[in-house]
Every structure is written in C-alpha cells, then in structure tokens.
C-alpha cells in the first residue's frame, strides 16, 4: 500500500502573462481517492493541473503537499511522490518504449545507485497493466496515438508515485481502451491506495471512476464534493451552458448526464432530477 498525504490549495491565483486563469481557489484533495475535475474548454483543469505538478508557478497562493510547498521541494524528492501524465507529451525522437517506460524510474537513481532488479520488475509490470509489453522495442514514434498514450501512462506507473496526475487520460483511446485505462486506475487506486486525480472531459466516465467531482467554471470551483452531489442537471447547466438530464446510470448506478438538443426536447418535458444512488462503480 501507497502512504497517504495531504494536498492543499490555499489563495490559488494563476495564469499567463497579464491573462488570469484561474483566482483564489482554495482545494482539499481527498487522499486515497480518484478525483475527477471537469469544466468546459479554458475553464483552467490543466492550468491547475500544471501548478499542482509544479510545472507553473502560481502568480499568488500556494500548493502545498504534506505542508510544504511543492514549488519549493527538490524537483527528485517531489517526484518519488507525485507523477504527472501531462497533456500531448512529447517523446525524444527515436526513443524505444521500453526505454521511455523506463524514464519513469529516474526518480529513484542517486548519484551512485545503479539500476537493478526492483526497477526491472516496476518497468514489467508497467509494461504488463498497460497490455504495451509486446511494444517494448518499437519505437515510439511508430506508434498509433492510443498505443502511444498508454505507453505513457505505463512510464507514469513506473514511476510508482504516491499521487498520480492525469491530464486527459484517455485521448486518443476508443472506447474500449478507455474504459481499459480507466479500470486500470482504478484498480491501482483500491490495490495500492494511490491517490488519483485527473481531468477528464466525459462527464459520465468521471461520475462513474470517480470518489470526488471538482466541477470548474472560469477559474473557480462551481462544484466540488460526491459525483451524485456534483453532476446534477443545475450544475451541468451552468457550468457548461447545456440543456441536459441526469437520470441513474443503469450499470452503475452512478449519475448519468444526457445532453439534449434543441430538436429532441419534449414540449412537455420539465427539469427533473434523477435519484442516484451514491455507490461508484
């Protein structure tokens, strides 16, 4: 099992330039859990993504892991606890998967340690959970966008971190392999205890893998708390601008948004909302 630790954001303000993203959040990420964050295009998931890994500084506030700030941490000691899965990474060119995978242990080489066997084991079953073992001497530039996006969750899984950002998943994946991916997590999550967050665009799929919702709206949190608390047909609207209904997802139980077009309204029909039992999966 994972260690459990704390992730606190206080006064959180950021941006690009002159251009503010994201403005006084303050966030308690549950440990042990999967979070989920969800919004609409440039509401600021990645931009909090970003600063959570330490990868943009906050204009004001703080980040703070177990107490100390994260963009004060040494960058190694930061990442033996928390790995990032970026958006669109890039890969050097020519690299192998196996050799990329392997990346993923740099966090856990000193200056004198060599690689040895605890390393080869993490890389296999990277390689293993992700089904990419077969790729382990293709190069990655010769890979199918949902090969190559598992072969880069197979390096964040390498890294065997106790906190695992995700930003997006499940791009470029078919359904099939996103639900792969998303099982996957999950069972990372209950086998080890690793605390996940990650932003996702499907609304069903995260009230479904999730324990927690963050549901952004420019900049700031409209939502947060229980998926059955947060995907609800209010705040689907005003966080995403969309005439929807939320009705009890019939596998899961979780909630389930339907989106309606302008043409597929009732006349009759009337806002209602759906009773959704709180279990997960």
Not at 134 to 150: A, C, I, N, P, T
Not at 188 to 202: A, E, P
Not at 213 to 222: E, F, M, P
Request: aromatic share 2%; charged share 20%; with cysteine.
């Amino acid at each position: 099992m994972t260690a459990h630790h704390s992730m606190t954001i206080e006064s959180l303000t950021l941006g690009y330039g002159d251009r503010t993203v994201i403005e006084g959040l303050d966030l308690q990420l549950p440990s042990g859990k999967i979070t989920s964050i969800v919004g609409a295009n440039a509401c600021g998931k990645s931009t909090l993504l970003r600063s959570m890994s330490r990868l943009l500084r906050p204009k004001m506030g703080s980040v703070l892991l177990d107490g100390r700030d994260v963009h004060k941490m040494p960058a190694k000691e930061l990442a033996r606890t928390l790995g990032l899965l970026p958006q669109s990474p890039i890969a050097p060119e020519g690299i192998t998967v196996g050799d990329l995978v392997g990346r993923g242990r740099h966090p856990h080489q000193g200056v004198f340690s060599r690689w040895n066997a605890e390393d080869d084991t993490a890389v296999a079953d990277a390689l293993d959970t992700t089904h990419t073992a077969s790729l382990v001497d293709r190069s990655v530039d010769e890979l199918s966008g949902g090969q190559r996006q598992r072969v880069w969750i197979a390096m964040a899984l390498a890294q065997q971190t106790d906190l695992l950002l995700l930003d997006e998943p499940t791009t470029f994946l078919d359904v099939s392999h996103q639900i792969e991916v998303l099982d996957l997590l999950t069972d990372l999550n209950q086998s080890r205890g690793t605390t996940i967050v990650m932003v996702l665009h499907d609304l069903n799929m995260a009230a479904r893998y999730s324990d927690h919702l963050i549901a952004l709206s420019n900049g700031r949190i409209h939502a947060a708390g229980d998926p059955v608390d947060v995907l609800t047909e209010q705040n689907v609207k005003a966080v995403f601008g969309l005439d929807n209904r939320v009705i009890a997802d019939p596998t899961s139980g979780t909630p389930m948004m339907l989106p309606l077009g302008r043409h597929h309204v009732k006349a009759d029909s009337e806002p209602r909302s759906a009773s959704v039992p709180s279990s997960r999966r």
